[in-house]
């Protein structure tokens, strides 16, 4: 599976985005597609996810994100996209689009763990000035 993210850019604090993941290869095998942000000096955080796709889909969104930042897919063109609205200066970082083949997590905690994700794209840059 290859990954492209896109759409990252300079917004104002407020101001909303959406930055979308283009998925190729095998993408049926695609059980989960997280949303990542990894900002300098701080560890990658999941903010987004969607999981459990060959049942249907579950989505989970972090709690620092909550109510500002939605997921969504578009199967037929393999695309996911990550709506961010209401950002802040601190929602600035790099995001990564990942995936995980299987379609379950052994643990919910075991979602945020970028060890569970078996590939990542390249990341796009989201900065959001005060």
């Known amino acids: 599976v290859h990954l492209v993210e896109s759409g990252g850019d300079l917004v104002q604090a407020g101001g909303s985005l959406n930055v979308s993941c283009e998925a190729s290869?095998?993408?049926?095998?695609?059980?989960?597609v997280g949303w990542y942000r990894e900002a300098p000096g701080k560890r990658r955080e999941l903010v987004a996810l969607?999981?459990?796709?060959?049942?249907?889909?579950?989505?989970d969104i972090a709690d620092s994100v909550k109510g500002r930042f939605s997921i969504s897919m578009d199967s037929a063109k393999n695309l996911v996209h990550l709506q961010m609205s209401a950002l802040r200066p601190e929602d600035s970082a790099i995001y990564y689009c990942?995936?995980?083949?299987?379609?379950?997590?052994?643990?919910?905690?075991?979602?945020?763990?970028?060890?569970?994700?078996?590939?990542w794209g390249q990341g796009t840059q989201v900065t959001v000035s005060s």
């Open positions: 290869g095998d993408t049926a095998d695609i059980g989960a």
């Open positions: 990942a995936v995980r083949t299987s379609n379950v997590f052994l643990t919910a905690r075991s979602r945020m763990a970028p060890n569970q994700y078996d590939y």
């Open positions: 969607l999981r459990g796709l060959r049942e249907g889909g579950f989505v």
